[in-house]
Structures are given as C-alpha cells and as structure tokens.
C-alpha cells in the first residue's frame, strides 16, 4: 500500500492517536484511498522517516499532506527526520479562498485563525481546540476540496511553492541562524556603552543629558512623542513631528544628539541585551517564521525581528568551526520582475549583465542612477512627486510594455477590481468603507476628494501588489529548489551539532530576507554550496518565466561571518 502511495496524511483519530492515509492519485485532481494505519506517539518520527527513505531509494516522491507545517514538521526535525515535499492545508486554503472565491465551503475549522500547539505536545495530546482540525477523516476531505478545485497549473504551482515554503521556515527555525553572542556583545558596548546599574547603556544616559541640556528642561521626556514634540516647541523647534527626516531639516543643538540618542535607543531597544537574553539560545537565533503573512506573499515573522536585523549586527552571525557562511542576495529583484512579467525585453535588455539601474541611464531615462532608481520605485509604487513623477514620462517611452502593466494594475484598483501575481495569489476585494466612499461620490465636493483619495490609495496598492507578489513566488521557488540540492550534498566529517540532527552534517538553509539567503555549510562545500544557490536563483526564473531573457544575478559572499 505505501510503495503506491503518491501523498499521506497525517491526522489523528477521536482516540488522539496520529493516523497515516494512503493516496494515490487517480487523475489530475482525483484521490484515491488506499487504507490507514494507526501509530503510536513514539513512532511517528520513525516511521516517517522509513516512508521518506523507501520512497527516495525507489525514485519516487512522497507529498505528505497535514493541517499545518508548523503543527507536524517541528518534532519530526527534532527526531532527525527531513522530508522532500508537504502539502500545508491551511496556507493552501488561504490561497485558494481568495483565488477562488466560493470554490471551497466556508468552514470555521480550517478558516478560523489558527494557534498552533506547544511543540511538546505533538504526537502526544492534540489540544482541544486544535483538535478538530487534524482530524484525519476532515484532513482528508480537505485535502480531497483542494485537489478538486486547484485545477490551474498557475495555482498548482503557486501552492506547492507555498507548501515548500513551509518546510524551509520550519527548517531555518530548527537548523537556527549561528550567532556569536559575544560578538553581539562587543556592537552593543560599542555603540551604547556599557551597561550601568541604572538599567540602560552609559552612552544612551550622556546622549540623554545632552539633549536635555540643550533644550534647556532637565526633565523633557525623550521616549513620549506628545512629550517631546513640546519639549522642542517650546525650545523653539517647530517640528511637526519626531521622526528623523523632519528633525533633520531643523538646526539647534539639540537635534544631533537627539537623533544619535533615537538611533541608540532603535538598537538598544530592538536588538539589545534584552533581546539577546530571548532570542539567542546555545549560539543560535531561531526566529518563528509566518510564510505568506504579508497579503502580497511576502513572510512576516513572529517575535524576534527576523525580517528587521540591522546591518550592524551582521558581524555576530558567525558559522561554527569549521564551517562557513554563503550569503547571498539578489539585485533589483522585483524591477527584474517586472521586466519578466511584461515580456518587456528593452528593460530586460537594460538589466542583462549588469545593475538594472545603470542600464536605465543607459537607456537615456535618466542621468544618474540615483535618478534611475527613483523612476523605477515609481513605477512599481506609484509615486507622483518629484523626480519619479518627472521621470515617469521616459520611462514610459523607453519600457511601454513594464510600466504598462503596472498602469493597468493601478488602474483596476481604483475601479475597485482585483489583481493577481503571476501564479494566480488574488489581491482582497476592497472593503465595505471603501465601497461606501465610492457611492457617495457624488454627494458633495469634500465626498468626491475622499473618494478619489482612497481610489488612487487602492490603485497604488494593486501596482505594488503584482510585482512584489510574484517576486514573492520567485523567492519560494528560489528556497524550494536549494533546499533540495542543499539536501542531496553528501555528509560532512565535521558537524554543527547545534543545528539539531536533521542539519548537523550538511549544508542548509539559515536565514531568508524577501531577496536574501543565508546557508550554512562545511567550509569544504562552501563553494559547491554558494553554486547551488546560483544555479537554484537560474531555475526559479526559468520555472516562472520559461525563456525570456531575463537574468537574476547574485551577489554572494562566502566567509566565517556574514560580515566578512
């Protein structure tokens, strides 16, 4: 039954106890069932791994198939065991609901927001509330609706990207990112001093002290913006507000230890000791990934700031002996998208070979790069100020068919019309506020701004939304297939043994950033690892947009630290 099985779900049954279902699929969107088995708590991992292994000696590929990657894989990676390819159900769902509309029956187990258990309980009690959801008579049927209706080969893909996702998130948080905290240590008295018994750094407090002085008021308060904002009214700084942009336009003493006091406190705050004491466990960060959190298919992360580290801090990511850091990230990712998605081969031509930027003053749009640069941000955000919007007429000439497609985007926004990534990912519909804004229109002058307002607020949006989706889709593609050739190198005779038993003796996934990896691998593979990941970046482009011409060229930079 199992050597025919191309996916098995994973559930539990109304003992609790996990049960696996065979399927084979009869057809392009049909299942059939081949039979269950009931396993015990302390098996699971273990009997997994056998079907992973049996199916890889065979030549043969194993979908497994459960509610959520990060509900079942954690404690699988824990017992050593990786597997090839899942179906996420829930991260599936989102998709297809949104792709779909009414396809799927609205059903409040799979739709309601979902929790995921305590690690420690998998396998052993499934909590009550979660319960229902891995049922594995509902984990089937579900899996069965979704088969049904993802009968695009857009979708198909965009799902199994979505699901491969998963298990790189799941991945990376076991694996963890090697952090030196020493290293960290050393930034962080650097930059803010030493820490004093008062609590903060000592040169967060002298910052402070001068500020103060200069405001002339020992007791302005730096941390409360209301606070602030009349501290520096009436010191004669008539800021509107407290960021660092306006502050800067102003010139009295107080602003430039003001905003080296800001920085500090960014830094203190966001990634200090107290974030260290958190974070970082027995040398490594492991962030909580949420893989499509953002409405675009762009990751979020849950605590940590996994998305949000500071080039400062850089220097503190540091590979264990005898391995190294390959970190690699792409340039100008989601112009290069856009040139893809529109079959626009000028600015595919301006790109190839060289920085995208410099290829568009090339092409005559602009001057300088930085120039170029703006024009092309707005292009894909919509910008309609300064040099963007004076650019905005070239480029147009020069890349009809790109900026087109971001024209035509914006406009079906504003109409209150939905838009779609290349693989199928559907913007949400507009809300019912925005609808009423556009039916009372018509009411008076001040209603009719309001909704033009919020039609070119949507238009913008829907811009953004195609390109940085897709460039979302090219990233999962990007992971899915290293992961897989990451998984294939042989075993290293030198182990990181704090990446768990599932990465200890090969190179592997570390970190992701929208356009960034990080892989950690044996010194003696590094090179064959930093490979893997151009020749991965080449597949992902060619799996979205076949042949065009269009390249995606990386910057890769392999040493002990991802500073270095």
């Given at each position: 039954?199992?050597?025919?099985?191309?996916?098995?779900?994973?559930?539990?049954?109304?003992?609790?106890?996990?049960?696996?279902?065979?399927?084979?699929?009869?057809?392009?969107?049909?299942?059939?069932?081949l039979g269950r088995r009931p396993l015990a708590s302390g098996e699971v991992a273990a009997w997994v791994g056998r079907r992973e292994s049996e199916a890889h000696a065979a030549g043969r590929h194993i979908r497994w198939v459960w509610s959520?990657?990060?509900?079942?894989?954690?404690?699988?990676?824990?017992?050593?065991?990786?597997?090839?390819?899942?179906?996420?159900?829930?991260?599936?769902?989102?998709?297809?609901?949104?792709?779909?509309?009414?396809?799927?029956?609205?059903?409040?187990?799979?739709?309601?927001?979902?929790?995921?258990?305590?690690?420690?309980?998998?396998?052993?009690?499934?909590?009550?509330?979660?319960?229902?959801?891995?049922?594995?008579?509902?984990?089937?049927?579900?899996?069965?609706?979704?088969?049904?209706?993802?009968?695009?080969?857009?979708?198909?893909?965009?799902?199994?990207?979505?699901?491969?996702?998963?298990?790189?998130?799941?991945?990376?948080?076991?694996?963890?990112?090697?952090?030196?905290?020493?290293?960290?240590?050393?930034?962080?008295?650097?930059?803010?001093?030493?820490?004093?018994?008062?609590?903060?750094?000592?040169?967060?407090?002298?910052?402070?002290?001068?500020?103060?002085?200069?405001?002339?008021?020992?007791?302005?308060?730096?941390?409360?913006?209301?606070?602030?904002?009349?501290?520096?009214?009436?010191?004669?700084?008539?800021?509107?507000?407290?960021?660092?942009?306006?502050?800067?336009?102003?010139?009295?003493?107080?602003?430039?230890?003001?905003?080296?006091?800001?920085?500090?406190?960014?830094?203190?705050?966001?990634?200090?000791?107290?974030?260290?004491?958190?974070?970082?466990?027995?040398?490594?960060?492991?962030?909580?990934?949420?893989?499509?959190?953002?409405?675009?298919?762009?990751?979020?992360?849950?605590?940590?700031?996994?998305?949000?580290?500071?080039?400062?801090?850089?220097?503190?990511?540091?590979?264990?002996?005898?391995?190294?850091?390959?970190?690699?990230?792409?340039?100008?990712?989601?112009?290069?998208?856009?040139?893809?998605?529109?079959?626009?081969?000028?600015?595919?031509?301006?790109?190839?070979?060289?920085?995208?930027?410099?290829?568009?003053?090339?092409?005559?749009?602009?001057?300088?790069?930085?120039?170029?640069?703006?024009?092309?941000?707005?292009?894909?955000?919509?910008?309609?100020?300064?040099?963007?919007?004076?650019?905005?007429?070239?480029?147009?000439?020069?890349?009809?068919?790109?900026?087109?497609?971001?024209?035509?985007?914006?406009?079906?926004?504003?109409?209150?019309?939905?838009?779609?990534?290349?693989?199928?990912?559907?913007?949400?519909?507009?809300?019912?506020?925005?609808?009423?804004?556009?039916?009372?229109?018509?009411?008076?002058?001040?209603?009719?701004?309001?909704?033009?307002?919020?039609?070119?607020?949507?238009?913008?949006?829907?811009?953004?939304?195609?390109?940085?989706?897709?460039?979302?889709?090219?990233?999962?593609?990007?992971?899915?297939?290293?992961?897989?050739?990451?998984?294939?190198?042989?075993?290293?005779?030198?182990?990181?043994?704090?990446?768990?038993?599932?990465?200890?003796?090969?190179?592997?996934?570390?970190?992701?950033?929208?356009?960034?990896?990080?892989?950690?691998?044996?010194?003696?593979?590094?090179?064959?690892?930093?490979?893997?990941?151009?020749?991965?970046?080449?597949?992902?482009?060619?799996?979205?947009?076949?042949?065009?011409?269009?390249?995606?060229?990386?910057?890769?930079?392999?040493?002990?630290?991802?500073?270095?």
């Open positions: 039954m199992w050597s025919e099985a191309d996916a098995i779900c994973l559930g539990v049954d109304r003992g609790d106890r996990v049960v696996a279902a065979a399927f084979r699929r009869a057809d392009p969107t049909g299942l059939v069932e959520s990657t990060a509900t079942w894989y954690p404690r699988l990676l824990d017992a050593g065991v990786r597997v090839e390819r899942c179906t996420d159900l829930r991260l599936c769902r989102a998709i297809l609901s949104s792709a779909l509309d009414d396809a799927l029956p609205p059903l409040p187990v799979w739709d309601a927001p979902h929790e995921e258990p305590a690690p420690a309980a998998l396998f052993d009690v499934v909590p009550d509330g979660a319960a229902r959801a891995e049922e594995i008579d509902e984990t089937a049927a579900e899996y069965a609706r979704q088969e049904r209706v993802a009968v695009s080969s857009g979708l198909r893909l965009l799902l199994a990207a979505e699901s491969a996702g998963s298990l790189a998130a799941a991945e990376m948080t076991s694996a963890g990112l090697p952090w030196n905290r020493g290293g960290h240590e050393q930034i962080l008295v650097s930059e803010l001093g030493e820490r004093t018994a008062a609590g903060r750094p000592r040169l967060i407090e002298e910052r402070a002290r001068e500020v103060r002085a200069a405001l002339d008021d020992e007791t302005a308060s730096l941390d409360s913006q209301p606070k602030l904002l009349r501290a520096l009214h009436r010191a004669g700084v008539a800021a509107e507000s407290t960021s660092k942009w306006e502050l800067a336009e102003h010139d009295h003493p107080a602003i430039a230890p003001l905003l080296d006091y800001k920085r500090m406190m960014r830094l203190y705050t966001a990634n200090g000791w107290g974030w260290l004491d958190e974070w970082v466990v027995d040398g490594r960060f492991r962030p909580t990934y949420v893989v499509g959190g953002v409405v675009t298919g762009r990751w979020a992360s849950s605590g940590g700031g996994a998305l949000q580290i500071p080039r400062l801090l850089r220097p503190a990511v540091r590979a264990d002996p005898g391995w190294a850091i390959v970190d690699a990230d792409v340039a100008q990712l989601e112009p290069r998208v856009l040139a893809a998605m529109a079959h626009d081969r000028a600015m595919a031509a301006a790109a190839a070979g060289r920085d995208l930027y410099d290829g568009v003053v090339s092409a005559g749009v602009a001057a300088t790069r930085s120039e170029a640069k703006y024009a092309v941000l707005g292009a894909l955000y919509g910008s309609t100020t300064g040099d963007a919007a004076r650019l905005m007429p070239r480029l147009r000439r020069a890349f009809p068919r790109a900026v087109g497609l971001t024209d035509d985007a914006a406009l079906a926004g504003e109409r209150g019309e939905r838009v779609s990534t290349m693989l199928g990912r559907t913007s949400p519909a507009p809300g019912p506020r925005w609808e009423a804004m556009q039916q009372r229109a018509n009411a008076s002058a001040a209603d009719e701004r309001s909704a033009r307002s919020a039609a070119r607020e949507r238009g913008r949006f829907t811009r953004n939304f195609v390109v940085q989706g897709t460039a979302a889709e090219w990233a999962l593609a990007w992971m899915a297939d290293l992961r897989t050739r990451l998984a294939a190198f042989p075993p290293s005779e030198v182990p990181a043994p704090r990446s768990g038993p599932a990465f200890a003796r090969r190179p592997h996934l570390a970190f992701f950033l929208h356009d960034e990896v990080i892989v950690h691998a044996p010194a003696d593979q590094a090179e064959a690892a930093a490979e893997a990941v151009r020749e991965s970046a080449a597949r992902a482009g060619r799996l979205l947009f076949g042949e065009f011409p269009i390249d995606f060229p990386l910057d890769i930079r392999i040493g002990p630290s991802a500073a270095e």
